[in-house]
């Protein structure tokens, strides 16, 4: 039986390393690609130490298998910060699923709904309006993108997220191979709470 747990405090600071690791693997296949740096993520992760950050971690036998994050959009970095520039939304009123991560062999078993049921659950706590993150755009065309890819589509529209017209944002990250960081779009998409 696979545990869900929102993570805080001292339990969330000694999680980050593993945080990290997750990241880096599953970061790496499609559609990421990401080339992860072990010392960049954890430079990275400092920021779910802020006060409305939270982690949740899908657990095996007390081993971190999966996580998720989240936090007020005004922690959030400024590249998704700039995503909603021109929005009536307010920063305070947004909170930021920021990443979710699970090991592939535990996908498929609800742990994606527990990640954002409990993310919801902290923003509206928070008194939070609205529930957005970002997924990357590649071309359906590109090289590395696997014969049998299914989007996530379905699963984000059937919780209540929609694209949000023009809301893009824009990181740079090295991808698997690559020599060099290189920009890319993610989409932003969002619900009401």
């Known amino acids: 039986m696979i545990e869900t747990r929102v993570l805080t405090g001292e339990a969330l600071g000694a999680a980050l390393d593993d945080v990290a690791r997750l990241r880096i693997a599953v970061f790496r296949d499609w559609p990421y690609l990401y080339e992860g740096d072990l010392d960049y ?6 920021v779910y130490t802020t006060e409305t950050a939270v982690v949740v971690a899908a657990l095996d036998a007390g081993r971190v ?6 936090m007020g ?6 590249d998704f910060a700039a995503a909603f520039a021109g929005r009536t939304e307010k ?8 990443e979710s991560v699970l090991l592939p062999e535990y996908r498929g ?4 709904h527990a990640f954002f049921d409990l993310r919801e659950a902290h923003a509206r706590a928070l008194g939070r309006r609205w529930s957005a ?17 299914r989007p996530l589509d379905v699963f984000w529209r059937g919780r209540g997220y ?3 017209e023009g809301a893009v944002a824009r ?23």
């Open 133 to 149: 993150f970002c997924s990357v755009v590649r071309p359906s065309d590109h090289p590395a993108r696997p014969a049998d890819y």
């Open 73 to 78: 959009m005004e922690e959030a970095d400024a």
């Open 41 to 46: 993520e954890r430079r990275y992760l400092d």
């Open 91 to 98: 920063a305070g009123e947004v909170f930021y699923c920021a």
């Open 109 to 112: 078993q609800g742990l994606g």
């Open 171 to 193: 990181y740079h990250w090295t991808d698997v191979g690559a020599a060099e960081q290189t920009g890319k779009d993610l989409q932003v998409w969002m619900r009401a709470l």
């Open 162 to 164: 929609a694209p949000v």
């Open 65 to 70: 298998v999966g996580v998720a994050t989240g």
